[in-house]
């Protein structure tokens, strides 16, 4: 077996041809399965109702995508959204990287307006950097949002929940309040 830069081949020498074909599995190795963990504290759930809040504005200005771009502040371990410098229209958002800094960019974020929650052509063409990016529908309405983890050029969904803290925080008298029927 041949470990290559496109792949792993299996190289033979038969009676009949020499041969190097490329395969799915090595066979007596362990298998393994993808995975990914994410190393940063969960987003709060605050920061994503923002930036729909954000879309939503800007939707309703101009009725197009918009984007914004989540980072990691390493000194106060804490997250910020950043807006780039962008224009915008209903399929395609065209905006200014900001320079890197000590801080890391762990998402981009755009909208697709009123429409749904998914990644286009034009997404998977643009998104390349191994790094998370969220897509979000549906703005006017009821948002929904799709997110994915791009690790050496392949994209892989994850659930919103892997990387958000959707749970807020209630008061705990709520809890008290509220008693189950027993038929």
Not at 145 to 150: C, G, M, S
Request: glycine share 6%; net charge neutral; aromatic share 14%.
């Amino acid at each position: 077996f041949h470990l290559c830069g496109n792949g792993i081949f299996e190289k033979r020498d038969t009676d009949i041809f020499k041969y190097m074909v490329k395969v799915n599995a090595v066979p007596g190795l362990e298998e393994a399965d993808e995975n990914i963990v994410f190393k940063l504290p969960k987003v709060p759930w605050l920061i994503f109702m923002k930036t729909v809040s954000f879309f939503r504005f800007i939707y309703g200005k101009y009725k197009s995508e918009a984007m914004v771009q989540l980072y990691w502040n390493v000194k106060k371990k804490e997250y910020y959204v950043y807006v780039p410098v962008q224009e915008v229209s209903a399929g395609h958002v065209d905006f200014t990287n900001r320079k890197h800094d000590e801080d890391i960019k762990v998402m981009d974020i755009h909208s697709h307006g009123n429409g749904g929650a998914f990644f286009s052509g034009i997404d998977d063409n643009d998104e390349k950097e191994s790094k998370l990016y969220m897509v979000i529908g549906n703005i006017a309405e009821a948002p929904e949002a799709k997110l994915r983890a791009v690790c050496s050029g392949r994209c892989i969904e994850l659930p919103v929940s892997s990387v958000f803290d959707i749970d807020i925080i209630i008061p705990k008298e709520w809890n008290f309040r509220v008693k189950e029927k027993k038929w």
